[in-house]
């Protein structure tokens, strides 16, 4: 069992940045892949990026590809997003997610089937 814990979330105005983060709990976080997510009010959840457990490859939407960049640090149990750049449309609840397959293929790394545990979420507010 994995619990995820968002944090970082907040108001920003457009072009400025956050930082969030996702600390996870166990001893075996370096064995998952791990994802954030997504979703604006009266929208689907979707994929934001993902860094995959091991060889650390890494997984953007285009939408956020050059602005945000996801990153781990498996001593602290946590997953970064730095978010810069950011723009209206980016305001949305963000969530972290886990996946425990040793197989993280593109595919998997955007869908939400691939994940087993999802963090509450944390706000982020875009100002124009």
């Known amino acids: 069992q994995v619990q995820l814990v968002e944090s970082g979330g907040g108001l920003v105005q457009a072009g400025g940045s956050l930082r969030l983060s996702c600390a996870a709990s166990g001893r075996t976080f370096s064995s998952y892949s791990m994802g954030w997510f997504r979703q604006a009010p009266g929208k689907e959840r979707e994929f934001v990026a993902a860094i995959r457990c091991g060889i650390r490859t890494t997984y953007y939407a285009d939408s956020v590809k050059g602005r945000f960049t996801i990153s781990r640090d498996n001593a602290k149990n946590t997953v970064y997003l730095q978010m810069n750049s950011l723009k209206p449309e980016d305001t949305a609840v963000y969530y972290c997610?886990?996946?425990?397959?040793?197989?993280?293929?593109?595919?998997?790394?955007?869908?939400?089937?691939?994940?087993?545990?999802w963090g509450q979420g944390t706000q982020v507010t875009v100002s124009s």
């Open positions: 997610a886990a996946a425990s397959s040793p197989t993280f293929t593109t595919a998997q790394a955007v869908g939400l089937r691939a994940y087993d545990y």
